[in-house]
């Protein structure tokens, strides 16, 4: 017992040492990613630790795990409701309740009629689709009816987006920040109460071993999209799996750069993969707001076949309320010559991506 406890305490110890070093490569940003697993998992070893027999090095060990869980604590404490925020109410002045559903469906997932069964179970104002291919976008077309306007970026390399609505759509733009394969859609809308505001969908590639080498890509084209929102006036959501962690550097660069909110401080994780596998799920599909915009509920969706669980929000536009001004922070002089670096090295990364990727 006493040999598994040592090796799980220093493997913990390296995974938290690991993310704090300033390297793009894979093996040092992956585990970022399961700091909540990481930190069950050094109390579950401080508890090994208490049923091993008396040796004269344990306390060290047992307090070296106190540490270490209090420094992973501060950070996940946020992401709960045990962390206070205000609370909105809704008032007369604001626009109506609208509703959404993003979800990563996977590309090659076939369970089409899942999918939209929970289209149609839920009912959303407008919906995006992550990794959707040409025949995801023919399955889909059971769903144009009711959602007369949308736009398309029908790609089979695994980053194909769809957006669907019942909300007309005034302008929608893609862009292709840091390569000519990785889409990021930007679509104005205007509500029937007469409410403008703008949806943004990401879907940067991951750092991993069986993709990208460096994070330097997804980092980037996260970057991009806060500059570009940065110069909107209207309310912005930004939304999508940005194969990032909220309490990650780039993704604190992204909200500081933005100037928006993570509406997950204070209330959950919203973990959404891996859909199969409960005690390794990681909050990878996150969102951000601009202050006039008020969210009700943020949740995930039951799982449709795919390796995401699909994210649902509620949320209503309000100009005339302040009150959540003081969430935005904003980028330094330093982060903000950081974030234009980062952008940069992102645009000079070559992904060596195929154009159709098949499943293995």
Known sequence: MWIVYI?????????TILPKIQNSHWVFRVPEFAKIQITYLIFFTFILGLLTETTEYLWYYQGLLAVLFIHHGQTLIKYTPLYPVKKHRQRHISSEKLHFISANVYQFNKEYSRFIDLIKKYSPDFFMTMESNEDWEKALKALEGDYPYQHKV????????????????????????????????????????????????????????????????RDGDLLSTAQRVKDIKDPVIVVGDFNNVAWSKSSILFRKTSQLIDPRIGHSFVSTFHAKYRLLRFPIDLMFHSENIFINELKTLENFGSDHLPVYCNFFIDHHNDEQEELIQTATREEEAEAKVMIQEGIEEDGNRDTVVTED
């Open 7 to 15: 090796t799980l305490a220093i493997l913990l110890l390296a995974l």
């Open 154 to 217: 029908t790609l089979e390399n695994t980053y194909g987006m769809h957006f669907y609505s019942r909300i007309e759509i005034k302008h929608a733009k893609t862009h292709y920040f840091v390569a000519d394969d990785i889409p990021s859609i930007e679509i104005h809308m205007k509500t029937n109460d007469g409410f403008s505001f703008v949806f943004f969908g990401v879907h940067p590639p991951p750092p991993s071993p069986t993709e990208e080498e460096t994070s330097k890509e």
